[in-house]
């Protein structure tokens, strides 16, 4: 003999497609637009952390080759400034001239040759000499420390290196000092005497 089954007043559960009357495997057409609408959204979200994530992570390592590359910023600016010096020297030593001045033409010949090793040492870093002579003024290369009147040269044109600029890669250093030629007076040159 068979037990019976033990009768409950619950009515058996349904999948919520058949309490719709809709066929078991089916979803309604509603929850399904739904469902779509969620899994866009979500897939869009998705897509848009992971931009994201990709953007930061450029952005980071970008930072972190620029901060390599321009680090040593504030030692060059002190190093060009002995580079100045040594240039310095080297227009004011008085040239060999037979006269028994062999050892300044050796100690003249010494500092030019640390000069140049210097800024061998500059450039194998990145940090490159501005040299303006005979160029167009650039505002952002050059600094003017005064005009000189000349016909020889067109007006704007750098005629005089106070003292040369550097940049270090792409970025500028220390800005060229410089004199920049503008036109000569209305009658300068002119004999007025008759």
Do not use: C
Not at 147 to 156: H, L, R, S
């Amino acid at each position: 003999m068979a037990e019976p089954k033990p009768q409950s007043d619950a009515p058996e559960p349904q999948a919520p497609a058949e309490a719709e009357g809709v066929p078991a495997g089916e979803a309604p057409p509603a929850a399904e637009e739904l469902l779509r609408a969620e899994l866009a959204e979500l897939k869009d979200q998705l897509l848009r952390a992971l931009a994201e994530a990709d953007n930061q992570r450029k952005r980071a390592a970008r930072e972190r080759d620029e901060t390599a590359k321009f680090a040593i910023a504030g030692f060059a600016r002190d190093v060009v400034q002995v580079a100045d010096d040594l240039e310095r020297a080297l227009a004011s030593a008085p040239r060999a001239g037979g006269d028994g001045q062999a050892s300044i033409a050796s100690l003249v010949e010494g500092v030019e040759l640390t000069r140049r090793s210097l800024q061998a040492a500059l450039d194998r870093h990145g940090v490159r000499r501005i040299e303006p002579l005979g160029e167009r003024f650039d505002h952002n290369l050059h600094e003017a420390m005064f005009e000189v009147e000349t016909a020889d040269a067109e007006p704007g044109t750098v005629v005089q290196v106070v003292q040369h600029g550097y940049r270090i890669h792409d970025r500028l250093l220390r800005a060229a000092r410089v004199a920049v030629a503008k036109p000569p007076a209305p009658g300068a040159g002119v004999d007025t005497e008759a």
